[in-house]
């Protein structure tokens, strides 16, 4: 079957830096998402990644390995602000989006 | 990037009665759209996934004929949530995606839907 996973909360400090970690086994791979969601809002979308590396994108930064099947988001200089669910999902060959659960963060002064 | 409207944000409506939920997409034409669900501190789950000018196909333990999927132009779709219960409560999330860009979904504002 298909799955992703990554962990169901994480604490931080503003200021901070901290890694999410996304780990995926899915039919096919055509690239893999990081969403931000606010609660009770729709998911605003972050980052995409298709290739192995890293891409930078201001404070936030996602990194790809796809023989490992393993992502991570990074969020560096955390601010109040970036407290949210940030959900990993991968296009598997059908161009169907799989979601993980969401990971919440929370930010703490 | 494109834009994707949802409409209503929130509607509370009585038990039994039906809902339509609109979902466009305003600057290109989405020839597929999906819709979700998403239960409180649960992550997104796909209902069905709607096509321009065909069936919806709607994913497995989904009720076709209740939550009813129109996608008559390449810009609108349409999710009737009909005799509503209490337990349709939810927030209910419409995306699409621009064929030219076939990578970021992008989603609507999302619909919060209460029952009574």
């Known amino acids: 079957g298909q799955n992703i996973d990554q962990p169901t909360e994480m604490t931080a400090t503003e200021g901070a830096i901290v890694q999410i970690n996304c780990t995926y086994q899915?039919?096919?791979?055509?690239?893999l998402f990081w969403y931000q969601q606010h609660a009770g809002e729709a998911p605003t979308f972050l980052s995409y990644?298709?290739l192995d590396g890293l891409e930078e994108k201001g404070r936030f930064s996602s990194f790809l390995s796809r023989s490992k099947g393993y992502s991570y988001l990074l969020l560096k200089e955390l601010q109040m602000k970036d407290s949210a669910s940030y959900l990993c999902?991968?296009?598997?060959?059908?161009?169907?989006?799989?979601w993980g659960a969401g990971t919440k963060l929370i930010i703490k002064p | 990037g494109a834009v994707v409207s949802q409409h209503p944000s929130w509607v509370i409506c009585k038990s039994g009665t039906s809902v339509k939920i609109e979902c466009r997409s305003l600057?290109?034409?989405?020839?597929?759209m999906f819709w979700y669900r998403q239960f409180p501190k649960q992550s997104l789950m796909l209902m069905a996934t709607?096509?321009?000018?065909?069936?919806?196909?709607?994913e497995q333990g989904v009720e076709k004929d209740k939550f009813l999927i129109n996608h008559a132009s390449l810009t609108l779709s349409t999710l009737t949530v009909t005799s509503a219960h209490p337990e349709d409560s939810s927030f209910y999330i419409c995306?699409?995606?621009?064929?030219?860009?076939?990578?970021?979904?992008?989603f609507g504002q999302g619909t919060r839907l209460t029952v009574v």
């Open positions: 995306s699409a995606r621009d064929p030219a860009v076939n990578t970021e979904a992008f």
């Open positions: 600057d290109f034409q989405a020839t597929t």
């Open positions: 709607s096509n321009e000018g065909s069936k919806a196909t709607y």
């Open positions: 899915t039919s096919g791979f055509n690239g």
């Open positions: 990644n298709v």
């Open positions: 999902a991968v296009m598997d060959s059908n161009y169907q989006l799989i």
